[in-house]
């Protein structure tokens, strides 16, 4: 069994009383929180939840001090399984349980998934919960029956995390992607494999109850208006894959689209899917869901001396791809 250090180093968002103190620090490791299973954490990732995680609004940290980081991949140093390859994301991890931004992650054991093979730590936190989520709305989407040939699918917040993967996956699936935007991102769009760029106003539709069938289905990272746009829009018998609120909660829709075209709408959870789909989208994603762009086309990598910038610029939108943060030193 490894000796753990009496400290170590992470990145601490602790309340106070005027808002939210966030910066490098140490904690000891007997306070890294209950759990069987301690990993050495070689990379965590920035999503835009660890980032509400960190301000007074963000109604997301449950613990204070609180070490963000909602998802996290290592070696197992400590507990069943010592020197396994494992990434952990979702449960309360980086919410109310300390996260991925610390050298050491004391966790349940029911929480680590193992690395699937063919993958390393830094690809594994490439994908992310922000690139599992992504695969599990094709898993879901291809289990209702949408298959490529179908027609465009449609990727809203295309350049985000998970809107990113989202049109890598399913361009290698042969989907016909169309992916929408806010920024001036058709580059980078077109290297993921995306068909047509598109810009956000582009997808609001006539405000009608029913009108042009236009997508076959749809990943939807974005929520609120754009989310409630898209309905009357999807042809008959396809789906929206609804997996995100950048854009807010609220969602007002008619029934039209549901019970005139049969049209469906799945909620994607990344946080509580059940261990067995987990794992098995896990090994899908090094697979046949895997992004072929793992490397540095959709991931940048940063240090954690670096997040606090990376945190603030997920909030106001305006990170491209995934983020990557370096923990091992
Ligand atoms: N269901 C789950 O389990 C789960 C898992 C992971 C993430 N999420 C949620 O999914 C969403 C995306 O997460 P992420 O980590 O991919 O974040 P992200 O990297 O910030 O991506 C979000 C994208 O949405 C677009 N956007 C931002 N603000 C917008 C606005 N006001 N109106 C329209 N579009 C806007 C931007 O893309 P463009 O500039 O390209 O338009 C932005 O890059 C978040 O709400 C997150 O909480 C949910």
């Known amino acids: 069994m490894a000796e753990l250090p009496g400290e170590v180093r992470a990145f601490l968002a602790t309340k106070g009383e005027d808002g939210v103190d966030r910066g490098l620090g140490t904690l000891p490791s007997s306070e ?31 613990i204070s001090p609180l070490v963000p980081g909602i998802d996290l991949a290592g ?38 998934v193992p690395l699937p093979e063919g993958m390393n730590h830094r690809q594994a936190m490439a994908i992310g919960t922000a690139g599992f989520t992504a695969a599990l709305a094709v898993a879901r989407l291809e289990r209702h029956g949408v298959q490529p ?35 001036d991102a058709r580059e980078y769009l077109d290297s993921l494999g995306a068909a047509e760029v598109i810009g956000r106003d582009d997808v609001a539709g ?56 049969s049209v469906a709408l799945l909620g994607i959870d990344s946080v ?21 762009q793992l490397d540095d086309a959709i991931a940048r990598e940063i240090s954690l001396e670096e997040l606090e910038p990376a945190l603030d610029a997920i909030l106001e939108g305006g990170l491209t791809g995934r983020t990557v943060v370096r923990v091992a030193t």
């Open 32 to 62: 890294l929180g209950e759990g069987d299973v301690v990993v050495r954490v070689a990379f965590s990732s920035v999503n835009y939840k660890d980032a509400l995680a960190t301000i007074p609004k963000g109604q997301v940290a449950r």
């Open 75 to 112: 070696t197992v140093v400590e507990g069943a399984g010592e020197g396994d390859e494992v990434l952990a994301h979702g449960h309360d991890l980086g919410v109310a349980h300390h996260g991925g931004y610390a050298e050491y992650a004391r966790v349940p054991a029911d929480w680590v």
């Open 149 to 183: 040939g179908d027609g465009p699918v449609l990727v809203t917040g295309a350049t985000g995390g998970v809107g990113s993967t989202a049109v890598s996956i399913l361009a290698a699936r042969g989907y016909e992607v169309v992916a929408s935007t806010g920024k």
């Open 206 to 261: 006539d405000g009608k109850p029913l009108g042009k069938q236009r997508w076959a289905a749809a990943v939807d990272s974005v929520g609120g208006a754009v989310l409630a746009g898209l309905f009357p829009q999807i042809r008959y018998g396809g789906a929206v894959a609804a997996t995100g609120l950048t854009a807010g909660i609220a969602v007002e829709t008619t029934v039209m689209p549901f019970i005139l075209r």
């Open 272 to 292: 509580e899917t059940p261990a067995e789909e987990r794992t098995e989208i896990w090994r899908r994603l090094a697979d046949d869901l895997r992004p072929p």
